[in-house]
C-alpha cells in the first residue's frame, strides 16, 4: 500500500502517520512546515516539503508514486482567524484540496480519506448529527464543506470513494504550542509556561466536547479497510462536555501551576458544540475514550518536556475590521 498523507508533519497528521506505519502503509507525506515540524514525522517515510497548493508538485507526486490511498489532513485550522484571511482560507483549505481530488481521479485512487470539521455545522444543532443540512458559521467552516460536497459530486461523476471524517476541538501532543490563533489546550499550556495569566474570550461558558488525539487517529488510519465506510461522513471525538473554564483549571491540574484568567472580549463563534458518534460507533464500533483529565496528563508531560513556544503573528491578515485585540498583541 503506498499512501499520500497531507500535513503529516502537523498535530493529528503526526499521530495518523504513526498509525498508518503499523498498518504497514509506505507512505509518503507532503508538508509545508507552516503549522507542523520536522520533529514530528516518524522514521521509515518519505518526506516532501511542500504544498498542496503547487498544482505542479502535486501532480508529479501522483505520477511519480501511483498512490493507493490519499490521507488529506493538510489545512489552516483557524476557524476564528478564518473571518480575516478569507482568500488565504480559501485557497489553502479548499483550492488545495481540489488538487489532491483532481489527481487522485485521474490516478484513480482507492479511496480519499479527508479530514473536515464540525465547523461544518454551524451553531444551534445540536447534538450534530450527520443528517442534519450543514450551516457552517465561518469561511473555515465553508470550505471544508465545499470539499466535502466535492467529494460527493467526485464519486458520483467518476467513482472516487471517500470517507470523511467531522473531528472536534482534538488535543494531545505535538500540537503546535506557539499558535495562538487555534488549539485552546496548547494556548493554555504555552501560557502556563511562561507564566502568563489564561486567555478567555467572552465569560468563559461556551462549552466544547474535548476529544484526545490517540483516541481518533487509530480510527482515520484504518479506515480505508472498513467496507461500510466508504462514501460515508462520520463525526468522531469525545462526548462529554467542558466549560472554557472548566477546561482552564483542569489544565492547570495537568500542568501543576496555579494559573489566572484574564477575560477578553467576545467573539464571534459557535457557544455550545457537541455532536453525535452512533454512526461512528455503528460502523467502526465502540472505541477508546480518553477521559479529559488523562489526556491532559499525557499532553501535559509532553509540553513540559517540549517547553514553551513563542506565539507566532500571522503576517497576513486581510481584514482587520473586528479583529480580536488580543491578536494584535
Known amino acids: 500500500m503506498i499512501s499520500l498523507l497531507t500535513g503529516g508533519a502537523g498535530f493529528i497528521g503526526s499521530h495518523v502517520s504513526r498509525e498508518l506505519t503499523k498498518l504497514g502503509h509506505q507512505l509518503i507525506i507532503l508538508d509545508d512546515l507552516s503549522g507542523g515540524f520536522e520533529e514530528n514525522l516518524p522514521t521509515n517515510i518519505i518526506f516532501v516539503k511542500g504544498s498542496i497548493t503547487d498544482q505542479k508538485l502535486v501532480a508529479e507526486l501522483f505520477e511519480k508514486y501511483q498512490f493507493d490511498y490519499v490521507y488529506h489532513l493538510a489545512a489552516y485550522a483557524a476557524e476564528g482567524l478564518s473571518h480575516f484571511i478569507r482568500k488565504f482560507n480559501y485557497e489553502n483549505n479548499l483550492i488545495g484540496s481540489i488538487n489532491l481530488i483532481n489527481e487522485s481521479i485521474k490516478h484513480k485512487v482507492k479511496c480519499f480519506v479527508f479530514t473536515s470539521s464540525i465547523a461544518v455545522y ?43 471524517f467531522r473531528p472536534h476541538n482534538v488535543y494531545g501532543e505535538y500540537q503546535n504550542l506557539g499558535d495562538k490563533y487555534r488549539n485552546v489546550v496548547g494556548i493554555f499550556m504555552n501560557q502556563l509556561m511562561q507564566n502568563k495569566p489564561l486567555t478567555i474570550f467572552g465569560d468563559g461558558s461556551q462549552s466544547r466536547a474535548f476529544s484526545y488525539v490517540g483516541d481518533i487517529a487509530p480510527i482515520i488510519a484504518n479506515s480505508v479497510n472498513v467496507p461500510r465506510a466508504t462514501n460515508q461522513v462520520f463525526n468522531i471525538g469525545a462526548d462529554l462536555q467542558f466549560t472554557v473554564n472548566d477546561l482552564a483549571k483542569e489544565v492547570c491540574k495537568a500542568m501543576g501551576k496555579e494559573g489566572h484568567i484574564r477575560y477578553v472580549e467576545a467573539r464571534n463563534e459557535v457557544v455550545h458544540a457537541y455532536s453525535s458518534h452512533e454512526k461512528a460507533m455503528d460502523v467502526f464500533g465502540k472505541t477508546k475514550v480518553t477521559p479529559l483529565a488523562e489526556g491532559l496528563q499525557k499532553m501535559a508531560q509532553w509540553a513540559l518536556q517540549t517547553g514553551s513556544k513563542k506565539s507566532t503573528v500571522f503576517s497576513n491578515i486581510e481584514v482587520t475590521e473586528k479583529l480580536p485585540a488580543v491578536w494584535l498583541e
Open 122 to 164: 454551524g451553531k444551534g444543532q445540536l447534538p450534530m448529527r450527520e443528517d442534519l443540512n450543514p450551516q457552517p458559521e465561518d469561511p473555515y467552516g465553508i470550505a471544508k464543506f465545499a470539499v466535502e460536497q466535492d467529494l460527493k459530486c467526485a464519486h458520483e461523476m467518476f467513482g472516487l470513494n471517500y470517507v470523511i
